[in-house]
């Protein structure tokens, strides 16, 4: 028997009313936590996902689409580079890495990425950390594919399986698959390799060579044209072989940072009327640079929220006011005195504070949780938000400290409960 | 004097006047001995429950004294009063005012966790108390006890803390007149055997009968529940 027991037993009595608000307050720390967790984290993956590309070229509306088209295929491209435009732009500078790539067909909604050898030698999805193949290999010959670890889990894909693309991103206008898109039947790709995770958009790609590609669109043109027949390399003119997009990298001592070079380049380049250029780790930082501004107006709803649940426990504690104000009288009568009053009903507030936040802590674990699973289901892009241990400790201590404050009024209301009144009418 | 050779209670020029009524209490003396039982009788509405209040250090009278264990409770001040009244004084309340969501046996606990009291003391003496007074089931919830038995546990939190005074305000009101017989020996035997002095009050003639010491309020307080004088 202690002070602490007659708490706990008078949060035991108003056992309902005590749980909703323990678990309002749970929520909202938890929300406040997830939120401050997911933001950063949130900012590494889009980073993570940019990999070691100094330039996007392409002919996107902004350099902004230019990357989430690009290198998050949130939309496949609709402005190709011709052959003679790639040419000029290999040419015109020593790059230390030059990747054409084409996106626009897709297997059951995942992107394909039609890309010339050098995407697996020099490109890095990830900065410092280049591919590494969980089975099989890079595609040597046309009509062989490679497909990212997500599309390997979701679709059961396995080497040497054979599969046909789908026309275009195989959804609907509402973003779900296409019953009716067009299938390229005619042409058979065979599963050569399987990328290990990298934790990037690409993890949902599937990789193929340029050249079979082209020979898909050929097809396309011909039946167009009422020819029926096998296409080969040899049948394709200049209007099949265009790209959609190329990474460059510059050459770079350290390889790390970026070369004195690339402003120069990338001015040199956006000159070209015809080209948008982007720097896929400024897009990104671009990007959030908007998003902040509603990332901040999420944390202040959090805290608003948890601001909420503070006068939650205002408002139980003083509903519970007139049993409380009998079990009150009781205690002075057996000699508690005003303040020890005082400090049981403000002790009863502040735990509900203190086990609404260690809650919290585990409601962010289940929202991260959950908005991880989602994220890498929906977009592959895989965030590792980290329970901040300092973001932790203050919320919590934040959340204990405005439920000790929301239990002021009704503490000073048990302190000054007359014990007379209370016990039996004067008279 | 040591405080085992004050007399339990010493009012003496107690004066209370309370609200726009102008309810007055006027009571010029009452002693009670250690040990010593005494019931006070009177009209509902004379100021019997007041009075124990103002015994109790609850309310503070307009003048006078009142002295328990010979320690005036109204010299002293703020939670000093409140560990005072915790220690000398136990009260048991018509509806016995027992604490919800807890047990038998900790609603006597609580008042020794209020008092100074040893605690290595507190569960022994509880368990000792309550089954003296035929209480078995310790750890039953106090609301799921009978009214007998949540009468027997009052008792005992009373006497918890072997205060020198235990007040009974209408101990008997909300009981059977069989009931009520048995509630006051129950009483009067617990307080007999912890060595401490009972001062009933209640609007039951019926009580009468087992107090060799009676008085009614009107008698010893005459301006009792007046009005009071401009």
């Given at each position: 028997?202690?002070?602490?027991?007659i708490?706990l037993?008078?949060?035991?009595?108003r056992?309902?009313?005590?749980l909703?608000?323990?678990?309002?307050?749970?929520v909202s720390?938890?929300?406040?936590?997830?939120i401050?967790?997911?933001r950063?984290?949130?900012e590494?993956?889009f980073e993570?996902g940019?990999g070691?590309?100094h330039?996007l070229?392409s002919?996107?509306g902004s350099?902004?689409?230019?990357v989430?088209n690009?290198l998050?295929?949130?939309?496949?491209?609709?402005?190709?580079?011709?052959?003679?435009?790639?040419?000029?732009?290999?040419?015109?500078?020593p790059w230390?890495m030059?990747v054409?790539?084409?996106v626009?067909d897709?297997?059951?909604?995942?992107?394909?990425?039609?890309t010339?050898p050098?995407?697996?030698?020099k490109?890095?999805?990830?900065?410092g950390?280049?591919?590494?193949f969980?089975?099989g290999?890079a595609?040597?010959?046309?009509?062989?594919v490679?497909?990212?670890?997500?599309?390997?889990r979701?679709?059961?894909?396995?080497?040497?399986?054979?599969?046909v693309?789908?026309?275009?991103?195989?959804?609907s206008?509402?973003?779900?698959?296409?019953?009716?898109?067009?299938e390229?039947n005619?042409?058979?790709?065979t599963?050569?390799?399987i990328?290990?995770?990298t934790?990037?958009?690409?993890d949902?790609?599937?990789?193929t060579?340029l050249?079979s590609?082209?020979i898909?669109?050929?097809?396309?043109?011909?039946?167009r044209?009422?020819?029926h027949?096998?296409v080969?390399?040899?049948?394709?003119?200049?209007?099949?072989?265009?790209?959609?997009?190329?990474?460059?990298?510059?050459?770079?001592r350290?390889n790390?940072?970026?070369?004195?070079?690339?402003?120069?380049?990338y001015?040199r380049?956006?000159?070209?009327?015809?080209?948008?250029?982007?720097?896929?780790a400024?897009e990104?930082?671009?990007l959030?640079g908007i998003?902040?501004?509603i990332?901040?107006?999420?944390?202040?709803?959090a805290?608003?929220?948890?601001?909420?649940?503070a006068?939650?426990i205002?408002?139980?504690m003083?509903n519970?006011?007139?049993e409380?104000r009998?079990q009150?009288?009781?205690?002075r009568?057996?000699?508690?005195?005003?303040m020890?009053?005082?400090?049981?009903v403000?002790?009863?507030?502040?735990?509900?504070g203190l086990?609404?936040a260690?809650?919290?802590v585990?409601?962010?674990?289940?929202?991260?949780?959950?908005?991880?699973?989602?994220?890498?289901g929906?977009?592959?892009?895989?965030?590792?938000?980290?329970?901040?241990a300092r973001?932790?400790?203050?919320?919590?201590?934040?959340?204990t400290?405005l439920?000790a404050?929301?239990?002021?009024?009704p503490?000073?209301?048990?302190?000054?409960?007359?014990?007379?009144?209370n016990l039996r009418p004067?008279? | 004097?040591?405080?085992?050779?004050?007399?339990a209670?010493?009012?003496?020029r107690l004066n209370f006047?309370?609200?726009?009524r102008?309810?007055e209490?006027q009571?010029p003396?009452?002693?009670?001995?250690?040990?010593?039982?005494?019931?006070?009788?009177?009209?509902?509405?004379c100021?019997?429950?007041?009075?124990?209040?103002?015994?109790?250090g609850?309310v503070?009278?307009?003048?006078?004294t009142v002295?328990v264990?010979?320690?005036?409770i109204h010299?002293?001040?703020g939670?000093?009063?409140d560990?005072?009244?915790g220690?000398?004084?136990?009260?048991?309340?018509?509806?016995?005012?027992?604490?919800?969501g807890?047990?038998?046996?900790?609603n006597?606990?609580v008042a020794m966790?209020?008092s100074?009291?040893?605690?290595?003391?507190?569960?022994?003496r509880?368990?000792?108390?309550?089954?003296?007074l035929g209480?078995e089931?310790?750890?039953?919830p106090?609301?799921?006890?009978?009214v007998?038995q949540q009468?027997?546990?009052?008792?005992a939190?009373?006497?918890?803390c072997r205060?020198a005074?235990?007040l009974?305000?209408?101990?008997t009101?909300?009981?059977?007149p069989?009931n009520s017989?048995?509630?006051?020996r129950v009483?009067?035997?617990?307080?007999?055997e912890?060595?401490a002095?009972?001062?009933v009050?209640?609007?039951?003639?019926s009580?009468?009968?087992?107090?060799?010491r009676?008085?009614?309020?009107?008698?010893?307080?005459?301006?009792a529940g007046?009005?009071?004088?401009a």
């Amino acid at each position: 028997m202690s002070d602490l027991t007659i708490v706990l037993r008078s949060l035991r009595t108003r056992m309902f009313s005590t749980l909703v608000v323990v678990l309002l307050v749970a929520v909202s720390a938890g929300l406040l936590l997830a939120i401050l967790s997911l933001r950063s984290a949130g900012e590494r993956a889009f980073e993570r996902g940019t990999g070691n590309a100094h330039l996007l070229v392409s002919r996107d509306g902004s350099p902004l689409v230019s990357v989430l088209n690009g290198l998050f295929y949130a939309n496949p491209p609709k402005a190709p580079i011709e052959q003679a435009k790639l040419d000029e732009l290999r040419a015109s500078f020593p790059w230390a890495m030059f990747v054409p790539t084409a996106v626009g067909d897709s297997y059951r909604t995942f992107p394909v990425v039609a890309t010339a050898p050098d995407f697996f030698s020099k490109f890095e999805p990830v900065f410092g950390e280049p591919w590494k193949f969980a089975e099989g290999r890079a595609f040597d010959t046309s009509f062989e594919v490679v497909i990212g670890s997500g599309v390997a889990r979701e679709t059961g894909l396995r080497m040497g399986a054979k599969l046909v693309l789908t026309h275009g991103s195989g959804k609907s206008r509402e973003g779900v698959a296409d019953e009716h898109a067009h299938e390229h039947n005619e042409y058979q790709y065979t599963v050569v390799g399987i990328l290990a995770p990298t934790g990037s958009p690409h993890d949902r790609a599937l990789f193929t060579d340029l050249t079979s590609c082209w020979i898909l669109h050929a097809h396309d043109r011909f039946e167009r044209e009422g020819t029926h027949k096998t296409v080969t390399p040899a049948d394709l003119v200049a209007e099949d072989k265009v790209v959609t997009g190329v990474l460059l990298r510059l050459p770079s001592r350290d390889n790390a940072g970026a070369p004195p070079a690339l402003a120069s380049q990338y001015d040199r380049l956006r000159r070209d009327g015809s080209l948008t250029v982007a720097i896929p780790a400024n897009e990104v930082q671009r990007l959030f640079g908007i998003v902040k501004s509603i990332d901040v107006l999420f944390l202040a709803m959090a805290a608003a929220t948890l601001v909420s649940s503070a006068f939650a426990i205002l408002l139980s504690m003083i509903n519970s006011m007139s049993e409380r104000r009998r079990q009150v009288a009781i205690l002075r009568v057996l000699g508690a005195s005003s303040m020890r009053i005082f400090w049981l009903v403000l002790t009863e507030s502040t735990i509900i504070g203190l086990v609404g936040a260690a809650l919290g802590v585990f409601v962010c674990g289940a929202v991260l949780f959950l908005s991880t699973q989602w994220l890498l289901g929906a977009h592959g892009i895989m965030i590792a938000p980290e329970l901040d241990a300092r973001s932790a400790v203050i919320v919590a201590m934040g959340t204990t400290l405005l439920a000790a404050i929301a239990g002021i009024v009704p503490s000073v209301l048990a302190y000054r409960t007359p014990v007379s009144r209370n016990l039996r009418p004067i008279g | 004097m040591s405080s085992d050779q004050h007399p339990a209670l010493e009012i003496a020029r107690l004066n209370f006047r309370y609200g726009d009524r102008g309810f007055e209490l006027q009571l010029p003396a009452l002693t009670l001995g250690r040990g010593e039982e005494m019931l006070l009788v009177g009209r509902s509405g004379c100021g019997k429950s007041t009075l124990l209040q103002l015994i109790a250090g609850l309310v503070d009278p307009t003048s006078g004294t009142v002295k328990v264990a010979g320690e005036d409770i109204h010299r002293l001040k703020g939670a000093a009063r409140d560990r005072f009244r915790g220690r000398s004084v136990g009260m048991v309340f018509q509806t016995f005012n027992l604490l919800h969501g807890f047990s038998a046996i900790e609603n006597v606990m609580v008042a020794m966790l209020m008092s100074d009291m040893p605690k290595a003391d507190w569960q022994p003496r509880a368990e000792a108390l309550l089954r003296t007074l035929g209480i078995e089931r310790l750890d039953a919830p106090a609301e799921e006890l009978s009214v007998g038995q949540q009468q027997r546990v009052a008792v005992a939190r009373a006497l918890a803390c072997r205060p020198a005074l235990v007040l009974a305000d209408e101990p008997t009101a909300s009981l059977d007149p069989e009931n009520s017989a048995n509630a006051v020996r129950v009483l009067r035997d617990a307080c007999r055997e912890q060595g401490a002095a009972l001062l009933v009050v209640s609007h039951d003639p019926s009580l009468e009968a087992h107090f060799a010491r009676r008085e009614r309020l009107e008698k010893l307080a005459p301006s009792a529940g007046s009005e009071a004088a401009a």
